[in-house]
């Protein structure tokens, strides 16, 4: 097998004469990146826009010492932003606490009145980006000596790859599916004796990209490993309810507490929001499964706390035993993406979305010592800062 990972291939040409001048004005383009500048602000202006907001939420936000929450996102367009998205159209002068930057230019320092880091991020930043990586780490640490709180530090995010999130879970004595990763060297024997038969072949990070279910050495030979840069084997942990469809659960861990968000119904063992059964049947069980307390609540949170994440979505499944089956832990997950707007399919979560967007705002603003009698509403006292 190969380990998926592609080459770029450079071609060489030939190239016509400069003259003398040009050496040194493409030394001096490439110093200053005028052009390079000119042609972002042009390709991308609503990555322009929302630097502008940053800086003018900022200026605001320092020149008058309000307690704040510094979120850091990556460079370019905001990603995953459903939260955010809700925030300023339903708690306007709450979200105008919330201070956006990336991790470079002069914004992205500590500022006085700062009372919690949120990096939003992909996970994990260290496997994909060294530098990102780098970055980040070197602002933390100047809130660390601060003593200010970080919301998921980005050294903690590498806890949640595959291969490592379901190791230490099982150690500690969860059900999660036995995790094998995958090199060049990997046989389909010696993978059978590490996991099981079948099993499972997908990425190690991220949680959506290419899944292939292995009964047989010819099922492995088929498996397309161009898809595949981080290869891990899972066992395939079977958690088919007894009408024969699949659950699978999503409940937020926020700290000491949480929320549930979802419950997907669907015919096939590979379970994603697309392969939800639409029937009215299956609408009230989900309604009826968001408005119940959680009985693994516990488990998650402590679950949580042995990958030390403090914001996490967990996926779960539950055994014909009644027993909960942890299949992966999700720091960034997407909560209520812009295309569920225009599908009138998912009118039914969008109350109780509403309610997972305001206790995930409770939350931040818990960690941040900030709280809603304090703050005010839409309505109240916060209008006197801006």
């Not at 530090?153 to 806890?159: E, F, G, R």
């Not at 967990?314 to 035993?321: K, L, M, N, V």
């Amino acid at each position: 097998m190969t380990s998926g990972t592609s080459e770029i291939s450079s071609h060489c040409g030939s190239a016509a004469t400069s003259p003398p001048i040009a050496a040194p004005f493409n030394a001096l383009r490439k110093r200053l990146g005028i052009w390079r500048l000119r042609r972002w602000a042009h390709d991308s202006p609503r990555a322009v826009q929302a630097a502008a907001v940053d800086a003018w939420r900022h200026v605001h936000l320092t020149a008058t010492d309000v307690r704040h929450i510094h979120l850091v996102r990556e460079a370019g367009l905001r990603r995953n932003w459903d939260f955010f998205r809700w925030l300023e159209e339903n708690e306007p002068a709450t979200a105008r606490l919330f201070r956006h930057t990336t991790t470079v230019g002069p914004l992205a320092r500590p500022a006085a009145g700062t009372a919690l880091l949120i990096p939003w991020l992909w996970d994990p930043v260290r496997e994909r980006n060294q530098s990102l990586y780098r970055r980040l780490r070197a602002l933390e640490k100047r809130y660390e000596r601060a003593g200010i709180p970080i919301v998921n530090p980005v050294s903690h995010l590498s806890n949640a790859i595959k291969s490592v999130a379901l190791t230490r879970l099982r150690d500690a004595g969860f059900a999660t599916a036995r995790a094998l990763r995958l090199t060049a060297e990997s046989t389909f024997d010696a993978i059978a004796v590490a996991v099981g038969l079948p099993f499972i072949v997908r990425n190690d990070h991220g949680s959506r990209g290419y899944v292939q279910l292995v009964y047989t050495s010819a099922d492995f030979q088929q498996v397309d490993w161009t898809q595949l840069p981080h290869p891990v084997a899972l066992e395939y942990l079977d958690t088919r309810s007894a009408d024969g469809r699949y659950r699978k659960y999503r409940y937020l861990v926020t700290g000491d507490t949480g929320i549930n968000r979802h419950l997907i119904i669907a015919q096939s063992w590979c379970v994603h929001a697309d392969d939800r059964i639409r029937r009215q049947a299956y609408v009230k069980e989900e309604l009826a499964f968001l408005h119940e307390p959680n009985p693994y609540q516990e488990q998650l949170i402590h679950a949580a706390r042995i990958l030390s994440l403090d914001f996490a979505a967990f996926d779960y499944g539950i055994d014909r035993a009644g027993r909960l089956v942890i299949w992966e832990a999700n720091p960034f997950p997407g909560l209520w993406p812009p295309s569920y707007d225009q599908n009138r399919d998912y009118d039914y979560q969008r109350a109780w979305v509403d309610n997972v967007f305001r206790h995930i705002l409770r939350f931040y603003l818990r960690r941040a010592g900030l709280d809603r009698e304090t703050l005010g509403d839409k309505h109240g006292r916060l209008h006197r800062y801006f």
